[in-house]
C-alpha cells in the first residue's frame, strides 16, 4: 500500500527565505507526482504536476523535483512571501487509468513579514 | 463556468441520520472524485467515477454510496453517519487522469 509522507508538518520562515518542503513515498511505481496548495478553509489549488518520466517542473518561484528511484520530491519555494503561508500537499498518482491519489497529510507554511 | 461546486458548504447530523452531499460541475469532466480530509491524515479517496453510469470503490468506502447518472453530478450519501463520519469533503473533477480540480468542501460535523 501506497504511503506518502511530508516533513516537516509545519514550518515558520521570516519573508525572503528559500525553503524546502519534502515528500516521500513508499512505492516507486507511480505515474505521477502532483503538489498542491490549500488555503485555510478552502479547496485545492494544483502547482505542479511532474510525470514519472520527468525529473522537475518550474513555475515562476517554484520548483518541483522528483527522484522516483528514491520516493522523494521537493518542492522549492524562492524569495518566500507572506502570502505563500498556506498548506502545502503533495500526492501520488498510482497509474493513468482511475486517476485514485495518495496524498501526504501536509505542510503547513507561515512566512513572517 | 462555475467549476465545481459543493453543497452545503457545513453540516451537523445526529448519529444515525443520512444525508447526501452533492458535487456538480460544469466542465464536461469524465472524472470525479471524492475525498474526504482529517487532521494530519491528508486526503483519502472515498469513491470515484471514470464516466456517467461508472463507480468505483477508493481507500475508505465504507458507509458511502456513490452513483453517477449524469456527467455533471456526483452525490455522495451517508447511508447512517457516525461521529468517525466527521470530515471534511472534497470533491474533485478532471478531463484526464492527470489533472484535479477541487470543489471548497462540504464540512461536516456528526454529534
Known amino acids: 500500500k501506497q504511503e506518502v509522507t511530508q516533513i516537516p508538518a509545519a514550518l515558520s520562515v521570516p519573508e525572503g527565505e528559500n525553503l524546502v518542503l519534502n515528500c516521500s513515498f513508499t512505492d516507486s511505481a507511480i505515474y505521477n507526482l502532483q503538489w498542491f496548495r490549500q488555503d485555510p478553509g478552502k479547496g485545492l489549488t494544483s502547482l505542479l504536476l511532474?510525470?514519472?518520466?520527468?525529473r522537475e517542473q518550474t513555475s515562476g518561484r517554484l520548483n518541483a523535483s522528483l527522484d522516483k528511484s528514491s520516493g522523494r520530491s521537493t518542492l522549492y519555494i524562492a524569495a518566500s512571501q507572506p502570502g505563500d503561508s498556506a498548506t502545502y500537499l503533495c500526492?501520488?498518482?498510482?497509474?493513468?487509468?482511475?486517476?485514485?491519489?495518495?496524498f501526504g497529510g501536509g505542510t503547513r507554511l507561515m512566512v513572517k513579514p | 463556468n462555475a467549476g465545481v461546486t459543493q453543497t452545503p458548504k457545513f453540516q451537523v447530523l445526529k448519529t444515525g441520520q443520512s444525508m447526501t452531499l452533492q458535487c456538480a460541475q460544469d466542465m464536461n469532466h469524465e472524472y470525479m472524485s471524492w475525498y474526504r480530509q482529517d487532521p494530519g491524515m491528508g486526503l483519502r479517496l472515498i469513491h470515484y467515477s471514470v464516466g456517467a453510469g461508472i463507480t468505483d470503490q477508493g481507500e475508505v468506502p465504507n458507509g458511502y454510496n456513490v452513483s453517477r447518472s449524469t456527467t455533471e453530478d456526483f452525490p455522495l450519501r451517508l447511508l447512517s453517519a457516525a461521529p468517525s463520519q466527521t470530515s471534511v469533503y472534497f470533491c474533485?473533477?478532471?478531463?484526464?487522469?492527470?489533472?484535479?480540480?477541487f470543489g471548497p468542501g462540504t464540512r461536516l460535523t456528526v454529534t
Open positions: 474533485a473533477s478532471s478531463p484526464n487522469p492527470y489533472e484535479q480540480y
Open positions: 511532474i510525470q514519472s518520466s520527468q
Open positions: 500526492a501520488v498518482r498510482r497509474d493513468n487509468a482511475g486517476n485514485m491519489l495518495t
